[in-house]
């Protein structure tokens, strides 16, 4: 059974850089749509971005668009979210989750189309 794990979360200034990784175990990754995910305290969880079992489709939600960019290497079983220019609105604890095929990878990239259970995710706090 897959099991995905998050790491990479740190404190950063504004304007800052850091890279997550989604690290899988337990099977193949290849065919599985994964997507990024985040709380902020006191918010519902929303999508951050997704990518398709192929690599070949990419959603990002509009608040990161032009800042974050989603990657896979499946050979190392991981999924990566490259964050740039991070904001303090940022702040938050990033998840990382298979989600369910649908029409398109934006429909794919809600929280309640993922499939797994929620992990403890890794925090990502932007201040100065």
């Known amino acids: 059974q897959l099991q995905l794990v998050e790491s990479g979360g740190g404190l950063v200034q504004p304007g800052g850089s850091l890279r997550l990784s989604c690290a899988a175990s337990?099977?193949?990754?290849?065919?599985?749509?994964i997507g990024w995910f985040r709380q902020a305290p006191g918010k519902e969880r929303e999508g951050v971005s997704c990518?398709?079992?192929?690599?070949?489709?990419?959603n990002y939600a509009d608040s990161v668009k032009g800042r974050f960019t989603i990657s896979r290497d499946n050979a190392k079983k991981t999924v990566y979210l490259q964050m740039s220019s991070l904001k303090p609105e940022d702040t938050a604890v990033y998840y990382c989750?298979?989600?369910?095929?649908?029409?398109?990878?934006?429909?794919?990239?809600?929280?309640?189309?993922?499939?797994?259970?929620w992990g403890q995710g890794t925090l990502v706090t932007v201040s100065s």
């Open positions: 990518i398709s079992a192929s690599g070949s489709s990419i």
């Open positions: 989750a298979t989600v369910a095929p649908r029409a398109t990878v934006q429909a794919m990239c809600v929280p309640r189309n993922a499939l797994d259970t």
């Open positions: 337990g099977s193949t990754l290849d065919y599985f749509a």
